[in-house]
């Protein structure tokens, strides 16, 4: 066996190893570590099967957002977690949930050995047709041509989501801010990284999403890095989080779905069908998508992470 066949073993192992350890951690912030390790192994898999959009997208949504996200929710929660941390499973309980973990696993064995072989696929037509769109990047055709309908239903699935996080603020504070973040020391580190950082990283976002017609990247891998930099801006306290009910705010918020959906709409009026795009302008109306989809993505994601409106709206 050579070195590179080992390596990929060993890094199957060490997945495997450290999805127990999510799994079966009793400390919520240990589980959040362990998901956060498990995602960037993930991403690092990827990259060995020869996908680095896949290895991109979870490493920034996957293991970055989800993972933010975790930490607030464990730091949250922590004060009520030695109240419950003597509530254990008895042996009936314990019994229960392996039955069904087996028969779950069972079931998801039979399901894939009773594939047909080979499996049925629309690789085929869709590299036949993938030249239509102008793209290079066949992850990138599939995403905005293929499954289109998806593409744009997830986004619209990111501003619901917002909105329900939103919700939960309290009545008084509704239309407000999310809670401020500490001012850090401005001769500390953070402070320092949050004033070099932001520039870099509003390119290195753009540039993201520019390639990703014909190289590997996408909106929502830009949006993230965008989203990653203003947060970071945020912890540093060299900025604050705009009011939820700003309309600049929510212009934003929508722009993406908006966009994609008059889009369309076009292709349903000009004799086509929903989200066909016309062939000669197929790659530059995809890009003016995706340009709208990162403004949306990256302040929805920057949002989610801020969480619910905690102070009243200034007068």
Known sequence: M????????????VVLIVAVWT????????????????G?????????LGAPDVALTEAAIGSGLTGALLIGAAARLRAGESSTSAEHLGGVGRTLVAALATIVAAAIAVALLSLPDPAPSLAPEAAANAGATGLGNPI?????????????????????????????????????????YHRADPEGALVFLARVLPPLGVVLGIYVLW?????????????????????????A??????EVGRQQLRLMLVAGPVV????????????????????????????????????????TLALLVAGPPERSAEP
């Open 211 to 235: 390639v990703s017609a014909d190289h590997p990247g996408g909106a929502f891998q830009g949006a993230t890095i965008l989203a990653a930099m203003w947060l970071v801006v945020l912890m």
């Open 40 to 48: 960037l192994l993930l991403a690092l898999v990827w990259v060995r």
């Open 237 to 242: 306290g060299l900025g604050d989080v705009p």
């Open 140 to 180: 990138t055709n599939v995403l905005m041509a293929f499954r289109a309908m998806d593409t744009m239903l997830e986004k619209f699935v990111l501003v619901i989501a917002l909105v329900g996080v939103w919700s939960l603020a309290p009545d008084g504070a509704w239309g407000g801010r999310p809670r401020s």
């Open 23 to 38: 799994v079966v951690a009793r400390d919520s912030s240990s589980a959040v570590v362990g998901f956060v390790a498990y």
């Open 260 to 299: 994609f959906l008059i889009v369309g709409l076009g292709g349903l009026l000009l004799g086509g069908a929903f989200l066909s795009y016309p062939q000669d302008w197929a790659k530059p109306v995809i890009l003016a998508i995706e340009f709208a989809m990162i403004l949306t993505v990256a302040a």
């Open 2 to 13: 050579t070195i590179v066949p080992a390596l990929d073993l060993f890094v199957a192992g």
